[in-house]
């Protein structure tokens, strides 16, 4: 079993309440991006439409099969975290995951949102993927301009 599932399970959900199996996203060359964000969170509401771009951007690239972002959600109800979730063309983690989103956090130390964390098959990682967005609007250097530790 990949670190990816170990982290993630066995199922995330994709859009429309579909499940998606974590082991679809695992394999050489593959990336995901773990995107740590709530609709109540100003500087989350002003990444988020970066990131969409950023990320129909690299799934159109040469990497897109290999490649998909996990949302997250640090929202405070469930309702909250469909309304926010509805624009992001991403998959997610299911919002009633409380476990799975505190083991996360975590792991990643995630001390403040947004934030987007970067993971290799092989569990390196490059936590400061909110500036590979910024800095790479274009997804030219994805996956080049990753540092992975």
């Not at 990682?125 to 996956?143: I, W, Y």
Request: net charge neutral.
């Amino acid at each position: 079993m990949s670190e990816l599932q170990n982290l993630l399970g066995d199922m995330v959900i994709g859009k429309n309440g579909t499940k998606v199996e974590v082991s679809s996203l695992v394999g050489a060359g593959k990336y995901v991006a773990l995107y740590f964000s709530a609709h109540w969170c100003p500087p989350c509401r002003a990444f988020t439409p970066k990131l969409i771009e950023w990320y129909n951007k690299i799934k159109k690239g040469p990497h897109g099969a290999n490649f998909e972002v996990v949302f997250i959600s640090s929202d405070r109800d469930e309702a909250s975290f469909k309304d926010y979730y509805k624009s992001m063309p991403w998959l997610a983690i299911d919002f009633e995951d409380t476990e799975r989103k505190n083991k996360l956090s975590d792991k990643f130390s995630i001390s403040g949102i947004p934030t987007l964390v970067v993971m290799d098959n092989d569990g390196k990682t490059d936590k400061n993927g909110r500036a590979l967005v910024t800095n790479d609007p274009e997804g030219k250097n994805f996956p080049a301009g990753l540092v992975l530790k």
